[in-house]
């Protein structure tokens, strides 16, 4: 055990935490600060060396962690990982829906209707799915808990060419609040987080271009592009006791990019 953790800096020790779309990323980001505060981690996702790669690493700054293959648009794989995640560390106390996709970037006549579908099938049945089961074995649990799902400021913002990504946020805004009404009397809360233009593998294709990385870094306020650990930090503060009544909400992280107003 990493003797350099004291008690104020574990104070996610005993609890399990399971992160969707870990092995990279935001996720990732948010994994590797979760076991250094003393969460059992698991971490899913569809690439098992990236997830094995994240767990390897808490375990040696001594954490514990799992890593589990999965797709959660397949609803059997995302019982199957909730399961593993019980049996293994015998309770689910928090969550973080965070696996999705980006779809294919076109103007809607030049989109598929089988890539919206597969848009769909992570980011909102995905997340029902992982919802779900989470949910079952938290309540089963009897004790509080909290859930956070990647939403994407583009749920209430514009950008061309991404109607099914859109769509598929602006509707996991609306799942996000209906459940955390439904599951609130048994004090657990379920919260959105929406990300900006974050420094990704999902998004480096679109920020390869400098063309359309600054107009990006012009619009926000804070003039830069978002790093993982960004995020990462809003969702543990999420998934923490210091955000014990909130509830129900769409947390944007985008350093001002979505503020109205002029821009000098």
């Known amino acids: 055990m990493n003797t350099s953790l004291t008690s104020q800096t574990r104070?996610?020790?005993?609890?399990?935490?399971?992160?969707?779309?870990?092995?990279?990323?935001?996720?990732?980001?948010?994994?590797?600060?979760?076991?250094?505060?003393?969460?059992?981690?698991?971490?899913?996702?569809?690439?098992?060396?990236?997830?094995?790669?994240?767990?390897?690493?808490?375990?040696?700054?001594?954490?514990?962690?799992l890593g589990i293959p999965a797709d959660v648009s397949d609803e059997k794989q995302v019982q199957a990982m909730v399961k593993q995640t019980t049996s293994t560390f015998g309770a689910l106390h928090m969550a973080w829906n965070n696996a999705g996709t980006l779809g294919t970037v076109a103007p809607i006549q030049d989109t598929r209707l089988d890539d919206f579908d597969k848009v769909m099938a992570t980011n909102l049945r995905g997340v029902f799915s992982c919802l779900k089961y989470e949910l079952a074995a938290m309540l089963a649990l009897g004790v509080p808990g909290a859930i956070v799902n990647t939403s994407s400021w583009t749920a209430t913002g514009v950008m061309p060419g991404t109607s099914a990504y859109a769509a598929s946020k602006a509707a996991l805004d609306a799942l996000t609040r209906?459940?955390?009404?439904?599951?609130?009397?048994?004090?657990?809360?379920?919260?959105?987080?929406?990300?900006?233009i974050i420094a990704t593998p999902m998004s480096s294709g679109v920020l390869a271009s400098?063309?359309?990385?600054?107009?990006?870094?012009?619009?926000?306020?804070?003039?830069?592009?978002?790093?993982?650990?960004?995020?990462?930090?809003?969702?543990?503060w999420l998934l923490s006791d210091e955000a014990r009544f909130v509830t129900g909400q769409s947390l944007l992280v985008d350093g001002g990019y979505t503020i109205g107003g002029l821009r000098p």
């Not at 005993?14 to 003393?38: D, H, N, P, Q, Y």
């Not at 698991?42 to 690439?47: C, E, N, Q």
């Not at 063309?211 to 543990?236: C, H, M, N, S, Y």
């Open 11 to 65: 104070r996610f020790a005993g609890r399990t935490v399971l992160i969707t779309g870990g092995g990279s990323g935001m996720g990732k980001a948010a994994a590797l600060r979760l076991g250094r505060e003393g969460a059992n981690v698991v971490i899913a996702g569809r690439r098992a060396a990236e997830l094995e790669a994240v767990a390897d690493t808490i375990k040696q700054q001594g954490g514990m962690a």
């Open 178 to 196: 209906t459940v955390a009404l439904e599951v609130g009397a048994r004090q657990i809360r379920i919260n959105n987080v929406s990300p900006g």
């Open 210 to 236: 400098e063309t359309i990385t600054r107009p990006f870094i012009k619009q926000t306020a804070l003039e830069r592009i978002g790093q993982p650990e960004e995020v990462a930090d809003a969702v543990i």
